[in-house]
C-alpha cells in the first residue's frame, strides 16, 4: 500500500468553477503538507505549506488538514485555464527526525480547465 | 535569483552505459536533493546531501547509482551501468539551512531513457 494515495484524474472543470483535489495518507507520523503544482515539461512548483490542521488560505487557493482523518484538500476557486496542470501533495515527518527532510509525494491529479 | 538548473533536460542512452546528471541549486543553499519519477509511479526521494555531506541515502536504489556533491555546490549523480528501469525523471531540489526554512524548491528535471 502507498503512503499517499491521491486520485491521478484527470479531473476537467469549466473556467469559474471549484476545483476540489485531495489526498489520503497512512502515516501518522506525517505533521506538513504541500501542495505543488507542476506545469508539462516542467519541475514541481510549491503553492501551498501547511503543517496545522484546518484551512490555509492564499489567494484563489485553501488547503485544508484533517489530521484525525489523515486526508488533506487543495481548493482552487475561480480556476482559471492557465491552472492547467498535475496537482501533486507531498508530505513528510517533522524536521529533527529520521528522514525528516524528505518528502513523500502522491501521483499528482492532472487538472484541466477549460475555457 | 536563479532557480534550481539541472543537465542535460533530456539524456537517451543504451543500456549498460553511463549518464551523469548535474544540479546547481540556487545559490546558498545548503541542503541538495535528488528525486526520481518513473513512468506512471509518484516522484520518489533518493538522497539528501547538507553541503557536501550525505545526509539520507535511504531512497538510492541500488550501487549503480552514486551522488555526489564536492565543495558543497552542484550535484552529479552517475549511473553506471543503466539499465531500462532507470528511464525516468530525475529532480534535483535545494533548501536553505533548515533553521531558517525547509522549502525545497525543484528543479526542471532530466528526462532520462534508457533503450
Known amino acids: 500500500q502507498k503512503e499517499v494515495e491521491q486520485d491521478p484524474g484527470p479531473l476537467s472543470v469549466p473556467e469559474g468553477a471549484i476545483v476540489s483535489l485531495n489526498c489520503t495518507y497512512s502515516?501518522?507520523?506525517?505533521?506538513?503538507f504541500m501542495w505543488y503544482r507542476q506545469y508539462s515539461r516542467k519541475g514541481p512548483e510549491l503553492l501551498m505549506y501547511t503543517y496545522s490542521s484546518g484551512n490555509k488560505e492564499d489567494g484563489r487557493f485553501t488547503a485544508q488538514v484533517d489530521k484525525s482523518s489523515k486526508y488533506i484538500s487543495l481548493f482552487i476557486r475561480d480556476s482559471q485555464p492557465s491552472d492547467s496542470a498535475t496537482y501533486l501533495c507531498?508530505?513528510?515527518?517533522?524536521?529533527?527526525?529520521?528522514?525528516?527532510?524528505?518528502?513523500?509525494f502522491g501521483g499528482g491529479t492532472r487538472v484541466l480547465v477549460k475555457p | 535569483e536563479a532557480g534550481v538548473t539541472q543537465f542535460p533536460s533530456h539524456s537517451v542512452i543504451e543500456k549498460g552505459q553511463t549518464v551523469t546528471l548535474r544540479c546547481d541549486p540556487i545559490?546558498?543553499?545548503?541542503?541538495l536533493y535528488w528525486y526520481r519519477r518513473v513512468m506512471g509511479k509518484e516522484i520518489k526521494f533518493l538522497l539528501h546531501?547538507?553541503?557536501?555531506?550525505?545526509?539520507?541515502e535511504s531512497g538510492m536504489p541500488n550501487n549503480r547509482f552514486l551522488a555526489e556533491r564536492t565543495g558543497g555546490t552542484y550535484s552529479t549523480l552517475k549511473v553506471q551501468p543503466a539499465e531500462l528501469e532507470d528511464s525516468g525523471v530525475y529532480f534535483c531540489?535545494?533548501?536553505?539551512?533548515?533553521?531558517?526554512?525547509?522549502?525545497?524548491?525543484f528543479g526542471p528535471g532530466t528526462r532520462l531513457t534508457v533503450l
Open positions: 502515516n501518522s507520523a506525517f505533521q506538513y
Open positions: 546531501f547538507v553541503k557536501e555531506s550525505k545526509q539520507d
Open positions: 545559490s546558498g543553499h545548503d541542503n
Open positions: 531540489a535545494s533548501s536553505q539551512d533548515v533553521r531558517v526554512a525547509d522549502t525545497q524548491y
Open positions: 507531498a508530505m513528510r515527518v517533522p524536521l529533527g527526525e529520521a528522514a525528516g527532510n524528505k518528502l513523500t
